[in-house]
């Protein structure tokens, strides 16, 4: 499986959870907290259900605190994956 | 969630008592402690909308029809009253449409119209003063059957992270809270078909404790396969194969009722503040309200509905006399409806006032059905005219009452009483006050 990409957070936070009014996430959302895109703990967790289930890996719901930003969330689940792939 | 004022009173009924007298009240003219809508949203098998809504109840257009929202081939009931055209995208933000029930998302469109027309913009006013208090009978069952869907065919970890919230029968509330920025005091009423009147009475009583403008009323839409199974344990929907025959209240072929989808939501405020926003009293005055509780079933005390409608007459200082039309449960269930006939016999004459049904049109609402009917009653106030109940051709023996049928009839009216029955024993009446003689017809809202 090829690495785990912005794109693809994009496309799960999309289908799965919705989009705000007034929030692009084609633009430049790498560093801007999840909170401040409009989605809370609840919808992190909700993100996290969607990648778990898609790429076959378990995340923790303690694995929403550490990561506030979709750079961080595509850092976090890319070493997820490349754990489970051993 | 808030508990149901008088459930736990047995079969007691009583009126709740409220902090503030009620002296001056007279059976033309509200005072400043009887809240008046100011705000009227409705998504409901006869329209979205409270001009369609009322166009097809006076035209006796029905909203019933096979359903569609999922096949209902293998089941014993086909027909239900179902929301036309309402596509969620067109009223409810992108982000909360994945998080929530069709119920909810009825709700917050049915909030946003109320206030709208109540020409209320919430980020004006202090948000501890706005309150939501909804009717629900049957939570976000349609998205928890998904839910489950995925549960049994994929295991745990595929139970998305919105079930959490989108069933929970306080759900529309919080979201018209949260979207509205209203931070007052929130509750939801679960009282089945009941529900609707019991919202309004608790909203009445937030009015006169410190909210200054309280969205409630309610709506429903359990119409999926789990939904609907449920309904049928109790035995009471209509397995009638014609949807223009199969709910009859009141009428000697009653076989049961229709389940539909739906509701009403309306935006409450005291007389005094509606005047001061140059609202006047708005669709009218809510006068009056009683709930109370059944006896259990094989007791030999009789129903409370007699002495609920009584005593919410008595809260409206209002005597049987002064009531020019009441909007009935109609459960069409016969031995249901013989005891709501025999009650309003009791209470207004054989045939003493007129009755009208229009929930036919829809099917029953569960938590959104009192709802509606409360704006329908309030619309029929303003225009004169009492909506007729369509369907129902030959009465039940014992129903001694003066059903209006085949067409809306033209009355000088000043003041409705609304009834309401909930599966398990809740009972509710409401009285309702047109507004003020010197507003034109035609003015309300």
Same mark, same amino acid.
């Given at each position: ?86 | 969630?808030?508990?149901? %004022? $008088?459930? @736990?009173?047995?079969? #007691?009924?009583? &009126?709740?008592?409220?902090? *503030?007298?009620? /002296? ?101 006013? %202090? $948000?501890? @003063?706005?309150?939501? #208090?909804?009717? &629900?009978?049957?939570?976000? *069952?349609?998205? /928890? ?301």
């Amino acid at each position: 499986m090829s690495e785990f990409t912005l794109d693809d957070l994009r496309e799960i936070m999309r289908a799965s959870t919705g989009v705000d009014e007034g929030v692009d996430l084609d633009g430049d959302i790498a560093d801007v907290e999840f909170d401040d895109l409009g989605y809370d703990s609840l919808a992190v967790l909700e993100l996290c259900g969607q990648v778990g289930r898609r790429y076959g890996v378990q995340i923790s719901d303690d694995a929403a605190s550490e990561m506030p930003t979709p750079a961080r969330a595509v850092e976090f689940i890319n070493t997820m994956v490349a754990k489970a792939r051993v | 969630m808030v508990s149901r %004022p $008088e459930s @736990e009173c047995g079969d #007691v009924v009583k &009126s709740i008592p409220m902090p *503030t007298g009620k /002296g001056a009240v007279t059976s033309t003219s509200g005072t400043v402690t009887d809240p008046v809508v100011t705000g009227i949203g409705v998504l409901a098998p006869t329209g979205a909308g409270v001009e369609a809504h009322w166009h097809a109840v006076l035209a006796g257009k029905s909203g019933i029809s096979r359903i569609n929202r999922f096949d209902p081939t293998s089941y014993p009931v086909r027909f239900a009253g179902q929301v036309p055209g309402f596509a969620a995208k067109d009223h409810v933000p992108g982000r909360l449409i994945p998080q929530t029930d069709h119920w909810t998302h009825l709700g917050l469109a049915a909030a946003a119209a109320a206030l709208a027309d109540a020409r209320i913009d919430p980020a004006e006013l %202090p $948000e501890y @003063e706005m309150a939501v #208090v909804t009717s &629900s009978s049957s939570g976000g *069952t349609e998205f /928890g059957q998904h839910e489950m869907e995925r549960l049994y065919l994929n295991g745990p970890s595929w139970v998305g992270a919105y079930q959490s919230i989108a069933w929970f029968y306080a759900a529309t509330t919080g979201q018209i809270s949260i979207r509205h920025g209203m931070r007052g005091p929130c509750g939801v009423l679960c009282c089945e078909q009941a529900g609707g009147l019991d919202a309004l009475g608790q909203a009445r009583r937030l009015l006169r404790t410190g909210s200054r403008l309280v969205v409630s009323g309610g709506t429903d839409a359990s119409l999926c396969p789990y939904g609907l199974v449920a309904q049928l344990t109790n035995g009471h929907l209509s397995t009638v194969e014609d949807p223009a025959r199969a709910y009859l209240p009141f009428d000697a072929a009653a076989s049961g009722y229709l389940p539909g989808e739906g509701g009403a939501i309306l935006v409450l405020e005291s007389a005094a503040g509606a005047a001061a926003r140059g609202m006047g009293h708005g669709y009218g005055i809510i006068a009056g309200y009683a709930a109370g509780f059944d006896p259990p079933p094989g007791s030999d005390r009789p129903p409370a509905l007699r002495r609920t409608i009584e005593r919410a007459l008595a809260d409206a200082d209002v005597g049987p006399a002064d009531v020019d039309v009441v909007f009935a449960d109609g459960a069409g269930v016969p031995e249901a409806d013989l005891a709501e006939a025999r009650a309003l016999a009791e209470v207004f004459g054989p045939r003493g006032v007129p009755v009208t049904v229009p929930k036919t049109l829809t099917g029953r609402l569960y938590g959104g059905g009192a709802a509606l009917d409360v704006a329908t009653a309030l619309l029929s106030l303003c225009d004169s005219v009492i909506p007729h109940t369509a369907g129902p051709t030959h009465l039940a023996a014992g129903c001694e009452i003066d059903l209006v049928t085949d067409q809306p009839r033209d009355a000088r009216l000043n003041t409705a009483l609304v009834v309401a029955r909930g599966h398990g024993g809740f009972n509710a009446a409401l009285v309702l006050r047109r507004p003020e003689a010197d507003r034109a017809e035609g003015e309300c809202g």
